[in-house]
């Protein structure tokens, strides 16, 4: 079975069961207050946070663990030790779908992620 296209972040939000719905459009409000010179946009069917076209998070909805991308490697490798109780991958980690926000965690990985970028 093919997955639906999502046409924006709130379509794909709101096909979400409401628990990831929450935990995701936190993240993504997070995310977006802090700094406010980013914007979000659908990428590759998920959620996806740039700034000026460059991507700078990601997140995205599975069956039973969501997952947050800071489009780095190094960025991964770099928090390593503050992402430990997390399932980590090469660029990306997994969250729990009802997940309390390290907000302080999150702002540091964007954090990362700009300064890489810059």
């Given at each position: 079975?093919?997955?639906?296209?999502?046409?924006?972040?709130?379509?794909?939000?709101?096909?979400?069961?409401?628990?990831?719905?929450?935990?995701?459009?936190?993240?993504?409000?997070?995310?977006?207050?802090?700094?406010?010179?980013?914007?979000?946009?659908?990428?590759?069917?998920?959620?996806?946070?740039?700034?000026?076209?460059?991507?700078?998070v990601g997140?995205?909805?599975?069956?039973?663990?969501?997952?947050?991308?800071?489009?780095?490697?190094?960025?991964?490798?770099?928090?390593?030790?503050?992402?430990?109780?997390?399932?980590?991958?090469?660029?990306?980690?997994?969250?729990?779908?009802?997940?309390?926000?390290?907000?302080?965690?999150?702002?540091?990985?964007?954090?990362?992620?700009?300064?890489?970028?810059?």
């Amino acid at each position: 079975m093919k997955s639906p296209k999502f046409n924006s972040v709130e379509e794909y939000l709101a096909s979400l069961d409401p628990t990831k719905e929450r935990t995701l459009r936190s993240v993504i409000d997070l995310i977006l207050t802090q700094f406010p010179e980013l914007e979000s946009k659908m990428s590759w069917n998920v959620p996806n946070i740039h700034r000026n076209g460059k991507y700078v998070v990601g997140v995205c909805a599975y069956k039973h663990h969501l997952t947050f991308s800071p489009w780095s490697f190094r960025v991964i490798e770099n928090f390593k030790v503050r992402l430990g109780k997390f399932v980590l991958f090469k660029n990306c980690f997994q969250i729990p779908v009802d997940w309390e926000i390290d907000e302080e965690l999150v702002k540091d990985l964007v954090r990362a992620r700009l300064a890489e970028l810059d």
